[in-house]
């Protein structure tokens, strides 16, 4: 009798908890995405804001800091720091024209961070956090599902079977296809493809709006890519990892630009 009991709760405890597990919202680019971010960032920086970085970060490198945005989310200090990891658009709406987040998003948090890092007054500490942060949310805003929609959080209430498990279409894009991928941060940030110096000069070009509005259209296409509930499985990779490896290059290679602009 006390066995039954007990299993009775212990079923009942791992429904509840798996429906409360199911609806978190996966948090960014997985660790790999960001750290790889990081390091390719760090291979386009000028040497003069390689040892500005390297003073305000104690010798800490991008791929390391780049994961801080989401440590502090278990911080509730930091509670304010939550909606600026995305920001919500309707399709063919653009940034400007878009009703925004009082509360902030991706732009107005890397404006924050730019700031904070060009304020002389602001203390080593503050711009030792805004940094990490401004890494970490120039990364977030290559993501195409953190530029999604805002009735599904982004992708976050898409739900998909990931190789025949519950998972979202925002988790699928955050960390699914890459850790399915199998490499490395290093080894992905090694492994980019090649491209000219002229193709790093016109990645650069424009400003964090037009990336944001250049994000939302890997983001419709996203969106475009499955259907509710769809098993999803080697294919899906097959089809979109190649826009998730440019992305991450286009990142690094974009955060480098904001870092360089930053450390003149
Ligand atoms: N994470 C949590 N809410 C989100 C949203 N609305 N869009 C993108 N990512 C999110
Ligand atoms: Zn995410
Ligand atoms: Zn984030």
């Known amino acids: 009798m006390k066995t039954f009991k007990l299993s009775y709760i212990l079923i009942i405890f791992l429904v509840i908890s798996s429906q409360v597990f199911a609806t978190v919202p996966s948090p960014n680019w997985g660790k790999t995405g960001h750290r790889t971010i990081g390091e390719i960032a760090n291979?386009?920086?000028?040497?003069?804001?390689?040892?500005?970085?390297?003073?305000?970060?104690?010798?800490?490198?991008?791929?390391?800091?780049?994961?801080?945005?989401?440590?502090i989310k278990s911080d509730s200090r930091y509670k304010n720091f939550n909606t600026m990891h995305y920001v919500n658009m309707p399709f063919g709406v653009k940034y400007e024209d878009s009703e925004k987040n009082a509360e902030g998003d991706l732009v107005t948090g890397i404006e924050k961070c730019k700031a904070v890092i060009l304020d002389k007054n602001a203390s080593k500490a503050d711009?030792?956090?805004?940094?990490?942060?401004?890494?970490?949310?120039?990364?977030?805003?290559?993501?195409?599902?953190?530029?999604?929609?805002?009735?599904?959080?982004?992708?976050?209430?898409?739900?998909?079977?990931?190789?025949?498990?519950?998972?979202?279409?925002?988790?699928?894009?955050?960390?699914k296809m890459i850790d399915g991928f199998e490499m490395t941060y290093t080894e992905l940030a090694n492994n980019t493809d090649k491209i000219s110096k002229e193709q790093v000069k016109f990645l650069q070009k424009g400003t964090i709006t037009d990336w944001v509005n250049e994000t939302q259209t890997f983001a419709v296409k996203a969106y475009a890519s499955v259907a509710v509930g769809e098993k999803l499985s080697y294919n899906y990779s097959y089809e979109n990892f190649e826009t998730v490896r440019s992305q991450l290059q286009k990142?690094?290679?974009?955060?480098?630009k904001v870092l360089n602009d930053l450390f003149l």
């Open 251 to 256: 990142g690094g290679i974009r955060l480098a």
């Open 43 to 71: 291979d386009y920086t000028k040497s003069k804001t390689k040892r500005k970085i390297a003073e305000i970060l104690d010798g800490q490198s991008l791929a390391l800091v780049s994961t801080f945005g989401d440590d």
């Open 127 to 175: 711009k030792a956090f805004y940094l990490k942060l401004l890494v970490h949310f120039v990364g977030d805003l290559h993501q195409p599902m953190h530029v999604g929609r805002a009735e599904d959080k982004g992708g976050n209430d898409i739900q998909v079977q990931w190789f025949g498990s519950g998972a979202n279409l925002h988790s699928v894009w955050d960390s």
